[in-house]
């Protein structure tokens, strides 16, 4: 491939991953499905994925820049007060904490599941559509009347394993963490803002471990692409969370469910018609 088809390719991704990072209809699929149907045919790979996610983590740390200076200050003072999850921002902070340890311990457990065998083609498809079934469940059936401020220790965790399924392509990490919260009875609009917050630690961390990996080990993508994909996928990001968040707050996730759906319906017939390999 020549040099100038790999800075396309990788703008494309980028634009893809910053289009579908914080929709409830998972990324990582995304760029798996994408990579091979481009004129390279290669798979951006795991760690490619990951850094990339950097770019939209900083539209996360942006936008939400006033919500995270307030939590920060709220945990580190509660770090030296006699009631430390008294103040609903000091608990939210200790929460953020929590709920990303189940996400790395099963990163690390599954590691090598992750760069390889969960990145089957026909298993993304399946949790595609298994999961659009579950967010149809909790958006209709979720009573939608807590607030963060609400947030409990045991749904903080709830949280945080939720999150930990989007390690497997299909499944989304906002999709799993945004579920998760309409099942607790948490409105649209929280369950999407936890889901961002969440995230925080979980991706960054990710994403500069792969980044690191990568300059020892190589990448299926090269350094100045993959930066270019990075940027990108932060300023579409960017626009995506003030999109979503505006949506979610007077529409159902409903057109997300159609859109998993057909997309893992697309990606079975692909398969089955041998236009993508499973692997």
Do not use: C
């Not at 579950?134 to 409990?152: E, F, P």
Request: charged fraction near 10%.
């Amino acid at each position: 491939m020549t040099t100038s088809m790999q800075w396309l390719e990788a703008a494309f991704l980028g634009l893809i991953q910053g289009l579908t990072e914080f929709l409830p209809i998972s990324s990582s699929a995304h760029l798996r499905i994408m990579g091979p149907l481009l004129p390279s045919g290669q798979d951006p790979g795991a760690a490619f994925t990951a850094i990339t996610q950097l770019g939209t983590e900083a539209a996360v740390l942006i936008y939400f820049r006033h919500d995270i200076v307030r939590i920060l200050r709220a945990w580190t003072a509660s770090l030296i007060k006699s009631r430390p999850y008294a103040q609903a921002d000091a608990r939210l902070g200790w929460l953020i904490i929590v709920g990303t340890l189940p996400i790395v311990f099963f990163g690390v457990l599954l590691k090598d599941w992750i760069e390889g065998s969960l990145r089957n083609l026909y298993l993304t498809a399946f949790m595609l559509i298994a999961f659009a079934l579950v967010l149809s469940a909790a958006d209709r059936y979720g009573r939608k009347v807590r607030t963060l401020n609400q947030l409990s220790w045991i749904q903080g965790i709830a949280f945080g394993f939720a999150q930990a399924m989007a390690l497997i392509p299909g499944v989304s990490r906002s999709g799993g963490t945004i579920t998760a919260g309409l099942m607790m009875g948490f409105t649209r609009e929280a369950a999407a803002r936890y889901s961002f917050l969440l995230a925080i630690p979980a991706v960054t961390g990710s994403g500069f471990y792969q980044l690191f990996r990568s300059w020892e080990l190589g990448s299926p993508i090269a350094a100045g692409p993959t930066a270019l994909a990075t940027l990108i996928a932060f300023g579409v990001g960017y626009g995506v969370i003030v999109a979503f968040l505006k949506f979610v707050s007077t529409r159902s996730y409903m057109p997300f469910v159609y859109y998993r759906w057909a997309l893992g319906l697309l990606v079975l017939g692909l398969l089955y018609g041998g236009v993508l390999s499973p692997l």
